[in-house]
Every structure is written in C-alpha cells, then in structure tokens.
C-alpha cells in the first residue's frame, strides 16, 4: 500500500513564497494568493510541493523550491537529525535577520547550516505561529541555535514586518515601549503617560501584521512578559501581532509559572545539546575541516569541549584554521585538536562564590 504524502496548510507570504519542511518554494501564480491559506501536499521530490485549495481540495498547481547559494546550502542538502542548530552573533536587526542567511558565531569562514531537526521544526514552527498571529516559546541553553533559528525562519518575511526587541540587561515595561517606538518608526516625541503611550502602540501595531520577536527573553521580568500579552491582546484576528519570545531557561519558567502566560503559549519548543550520534553525523556537514576527520576525533573533541553544541564546536573550529595556517598543516590530527582544545575551554571548572 502506498504511503499518503505528508500535507499540512501554510500561509502565502509576501512575494509569493511558501515555506514547507525547513524550504522555501515559489511559483508564478502564488503572487496572486499572497496571504491566502494553501494546503500543501509533498512532491516526487524534494525540489517540488503540490498545492490546493483548502476549502475546495482543487489541484492549483506545483510550486519549486527556490535556488540557494552553494556556500549555505539549504536543509535539502543536509542531514536532517535531532539536535540543537547553529548559532549567530548577537544584535542583529530586522533588516539583518530577514532576507540573508543568518551569521555564524565569531563570522567562522566556509562554515554552512546543518539542517538539523531542531531547525527544522523551529521553522516550522515560527511560521505556524505566524499564521496563526498567535504567542510562541522558544528557549534552551545558551549557544544551541534558538536564535539562529529564529532567524533563518523569518528570512521569507518582509523586514518592515519584523520587531526585534534585544536587551542586553533587565528591561522594564517603559524600556519596552521605548523601543517599540523606535522600532515601529512612529514621529514625534514619546507620550509621557503609560495609559496614553500604550494606546499609541496599540493602534501602531493593529495597523500591520507585525511579528514581535523578543530575543534573550530571559531578561524579561513578569511584568515585561504580561505588557507583551497586554499589547496581544489588544488586538483581533489577523490586526494582533504575532509574538516569538526566545531565551533561556529562565525565561521558560517564567512563562509556565504563570497560568496567564502559560495558557497564551500556542507551541513550545526546547532546544537541547546534540546526541554524540547528533554531532558525529552533523559536525563533518558543518564545517570542510572536519569532512574527512575520524569519528573518534571528533568524539573526542566533543567530549573535551563541543557539549554538542554548534557554538563551542565554531570556537574549537576557529582555533584549529588558525592552528593549521600557522603550522602550515592540511589536515587536523589530535595534537592540533588538543591544543584548540585548551584555548577554547578552561583548564579547570571555576567554583561559584557560594562553594568557596
């Protein structure tokens, strides 16, 4: 018997692209149902999708996943597998995190995105979130991927759609409006009330459908959190915008502690550190130096430093291209491995004050 295609509804974004399975596709009359819901069913292959009418089932026609640069290549290319994703630089802008691939962690040259299932299903997820216009959570450790998923997820949509809101210390509600104002480009000079400035806010962001993304949403307070929700809820159908909040743990606990938060959650999604599995089957994708290492050497190194996590791995990465330039050496053999190694971690675990 054969198997039915996996099909699922996707939104139509802005210049007629459709994202399905981590890939964007394209096709000329998707222009015309820019906004429009489609049911997208799986092609022959992985270069094709079919597409219907969700209310009527007809047949509308076959849309082609769209040409990638071969130095990023797209998650067709890679192994897709369970994991966490690669990481970027902080501070980007909107601009920054849409219409480009996102940055990998310290510019590490010829490194590519590894496709990996954490990817995959964080794009999947932001766009089911958008669609939806509803509030998501994305949180893990520091240096698994969250914010380059993120980022590469919101690459098809329009940057002017895109509010980014990063705060480097503890934010509070009026750090909040102040850079939405900023960020929504609004003239004149910020209204001195709360009551009066919030009202400003809401009719600006009922105006479009923007998506608010908090980065590093473990700065926020509950009172921050519940000032986002106060400025969702305000709004209705397809005028609310859609919320990614994105960060650590702490983040996450605030959240799920707070049954009026907590219930507004439309997905969660952990991102954890790779699977020794995870690692061998991803790193010799991640990077050309690692292509032809042994399994045993990058186990090694995972064990020693990588954590299974990309940012550690482009950290041991970056010291062995410069251990090799300067040892004017071809290929990594333990001896480099160890001594990047060294660089990339403390020789000792450091103790906390409360332990001394």
Known sequence: MTPTPPRAQR?????????????????????????????????TGTDRINLQDPATGQHLGTAHATPTSPATPTP?????????????????????ITGQDPDFYLD??????????????????????IDARAMSCIYGDAGLGKTFSVHAALKEVAPDLVLLLQFR????????????FDVLHL?????????????????????????????????????CFEFV???????????????????????????YNEPALASRIYIWQEFTPMEPAEVAKNIPLFHPV?????????????????GGTFR????????????????GLSEVDETLARWAIRRSRPARPVRRDDER
Not at 11 to 40: N, S
Not at 109 to 129: F, K, M, S, W
Not at 229 to 255: I, M
């Open 108 to 129: 590490l040259p010829d490194a590519r995105i590894v496709a990996t299932e954490a990817l995959i299903e964080a794009g999947e997820n932001i766009a089911d979130t």
């Open 187 to 223: 003239e004149g000079k910020p209204p001195a009330h709360p009551s009066e400035f919030d009202r400003l806010l809401k009719r600006s962001l009922a105006r479009r459908p923007y998506i608010l993304v908090c980065d590093e949403a473990q700065q926020f307070s509950r009172e």
């Open 169 to 180: 210390a503890r934010p509070t509600p009026r750090d909040i409006r102040m850079e939405l």
């Open 76 to 96: 067709a290319h890679c192994t897709a597998t369970q994991g966490a994703a690669t990481m970027t630089t902080p501070t980007p802008t909107a601009a920054e």
């Open 290 to 306: 690692w292509a032809n290492a042994s399994p045993e050497l990058i186990d090694f190194i995972d064990q020693e430093a990588g």
């Open 11 to 43: 939104t139509v974004h802005p210049h007629g692209h459709i994202q399905w399975q981590g890939r964007t596709y394209h096709a000329a009359f998707t222009l015309a149902r820019i906004g429009e819901r489609v049911t997208v069913e799986a092609g």
């Open 312 to 327: 550690m791995w482009s950290k041991v990465t970056h010291h062995v291209l410069e251990g090799m330039k300067r040892r």
């Open 229 to 255: 929700r106060h400025l969702y809820d305000t709004g209705k159908g397809k005028s609310r915008p859609a919320v990614l909040f994105v960060g650590g743990e702490e983040c996450y606990k605030t959240l």
